[in-house]
C-alpha cells in the first residue's frame, strides 16, 4: 500500500495470485479512504448485499 501524491487520505494498492507456475491467475488495485463518517454510511450500503453477520466483523460499532 502507499498513499496517493496528493492527499494522504487516499491509499492505493495492488495485489495479484499466481498459480503453482507463477503465472498470474487473477489481479485487482484497490484504493482504501479514510473520510471521517464514511464507515457509517459504508456499512449501510453494504447491508443492503450481505448478510449483518459478515459485516458486523468490519463493522461492530455500526452493525447491530
Do not use: H, K, Q
Not at 14 to 41: H, N, Q, Y
Amino acid at each position: 500500500m502507499r498513499p496517493r501524491a496528493g492527499d494522504a487520505r487516499y491509499w492505493d494498492t495492488e495485489i495479484s495470485a499466481r498459480d503453482a507456475a507463477g503465472r498470474v491467475v487473477a489481479s485487482a488495485a484497490i484504493t482504501f479512504v479514510a473520510v471521517r463518517g464514511a464507515a457509517r454510511r459504508l456499512a449501510a450500503g453494504m447491508l443492503a448485499v450481505n448478510e449483518a453477520d459478515v459485516i458486523r466483523r468490519v463493522f461492530p460499532a455500526y452493525v447491530r
